[in-house]
């Protein structure tokens, strides 16, 4: 009994980031329909800029991440800018060109810099635990889960009570309409690409104490935020949050509980059950 609620708490708390990084996605897809393959490249991305960080000044990632969040942001504005913005509009595989061919310039372009050897970035709270009964909890992760569910309620009340998150709603639903009134929908994309990626840097800060990270990494992280936004709906915040809560449970029941590759799968398992008897995804509805 202990190892099952070890397993769900260690879920939960894992999930929870998933989530994060998903959320990052699903604001870039509601407003352009652009589905990024380069999404966990940029996570990587980000966890690097920690490391040199960490290296060069010593700085705790939670620290480089004050550093870390505006520059990606900043990155992100430029890429969609000049690389994907033209081609909105386009066949959808032409962006998935294009952004696949993004992940292996920042794959290729981390493994110059960095090398090949994974690598790690230590924190000042990477060892530290809370332990509940016999449920031990590591702090990095607890930091995470308090983080990420506070930056979505944070960004639910940004889209619904701030007019750069009505204008995000409102092209959303009608790019062409929202243009008729008035606002201006590229800037609004690019603002929001640019707000997905300083997500991801904010998430990459989260992931890293504690976790070996190398160049190669970034494929997995894009497929568990498929897997997530899959799950949860493309737009549903309240969705894509539980997608990651059930992908980050079924990644710690395999773990605990199965050995080998196959406690590596159980996220996919799950993924194609959940597919095979509902393929509308967990939630009723895909509207924010």
């Given at each position: 009994?202990?190892?099952l609620?070890?397993?769900?708490?260690?879920?939960?708390?894992?999930?929870?980031?998933?989530?994060?990084?998903?959320?990052?996605?699903g604001?870039?897809?509601?407003?352009?329909?652009?589905?990024?393959?380069?999404?966990?490249?940029?996570?990587?991305?980000?966890?690097?800029?920690?490391?040199?960080?960490?290296?060069?000044?010593?700085?705790?990632?939670?620290?480089?991440?004050?550093?870390?969040?505006?520059?990606m942001?900043a990155?992100?504005?430029?890429v969609?800018?000049?690389?994907?913005?033209p081609?909105?509009?386009?066949?959808?595989?032409?962006?998935?060109?294009?952004?696949?061919?993004?992940?292996?310039?920042?794959?290729?372009?981390?493994?110059?810099?960095?090398?090949?050897?994974?690598?790690?970035?230590?924190?000042?709270?990477?060892?530290k635990?809370?332990?509940?009964?016999?449920?031990?909890?590591?702090?990095?992760?607890?930091?995470?889960?308090?983080?990420?569910?506070?930056?979505?309620?944070?960004?639910?009340?940004?889209?619904?009570?701030?007019?750069f998150?009505?204008?995000?709603?409102?092209v959303?639903?009608?790019?062409?309409?929202?243009?008729?009134?008035?606002?201006?929908?590229?800037?609004?994309?690019?603002?929001?690409?640019?707000?997905?990626?300083?997500?991801?840097?904010l998430?990459?800060?989260?992931?890293?104490?504690?976790?070996?990270i190398?160049?190669?990494?970034?494929?997995?992280?894009?497929?568990?935020?498929?897997?997530?936004?899959?799950?949860?709906?493309?737009?549903?915040?309240?969705?894509?949050?539980?997608?990651?809560?059930?992908?980050?449970?079924?990644?710690?029941?395999?773990?605990?509980?199965?050995?080998?590759?196959?406690?590596h799968?159980?996220p996919?398992?799950?993924?194609?059950?959940?597919?095979?008897?509902?393929?509308?995804?967990l939630?009723w509805?895909?509207?924010?």
């Amino acid at each position: 009994m202990t190892e099952l609620w070890q397993a769900l708490a260690q879920g939960v708390l894992i999930g929870s980031t998933y989530g994060l990084l998903a959320l990052g996605m699903g604001l870039v897809y509601g407003v352009s329909g652009v589905v990024n393959f380069s999404h966990g490249d940029f996570i990587s991305l980000g966890m690097f800029m920690c490391l040199a960080l960490y290296s060069a000044l010593s700085l705790d990632p939670y620290v480089s991440a004050v550093i870390t969040i505006p520059v990606m942001t900043a990155i992100g504005a430029v890429v969609y800018r000049f690389l994907i913005r033209p081609m909105v509009g386009h066949q959808f595989l032409m962006i998935v060109q294009l952004t696949l061919g993004l992940s292996l310039v920042l794959q290729n372009g981390i493994l110059m810099v960095f090398g090949g050897q994974p690598a790690r970035t230590p924190s000042m709270v990477e060892s530290k635990l809370i332990i509940l009964g016999e449920i031990v909890l590591r702090v990095p992760h607890l930091i995470a889960f308090a983080v990420s569910f506070g930056l979505a309620i944070s960004l639910y009340v940004m889209l619904r009570s701030t007019d750069f998150g009505r204008s995000i709603r409102a092209v959303h639903q009608n790019a062409h309409a929202a243009a008729l009134m008035g606002i201006d929908v590229g800037r609004v994309q690019v603002l929001t690409f640019a707000l997905g990626i300083g997500i991801l840097a904010l998430a990459a800060a989260l992931l890293l104490p504690g976790t070996p990270i190398q160049p190669s990494q970034g494929l997995r992280y894009t497929v568990i935020t498929l897997l997530v936004v899959v799950l949860g709906g493309m737009t549903n915040f309240v969705g894509i949050m539980l997608g990651g809560l059930v992908i980050g449970i079924s990644e710690a029941f395999g773990t605990i509980y199965l050995s080998g590759p196959l406690g590596h799968l159980m996220p996919y398992i799950i993924f194609v059950a959940i597919m095979l008897f509902r393929p509308q995804g967990l939630t009723w509805s895909s509207q924010r």
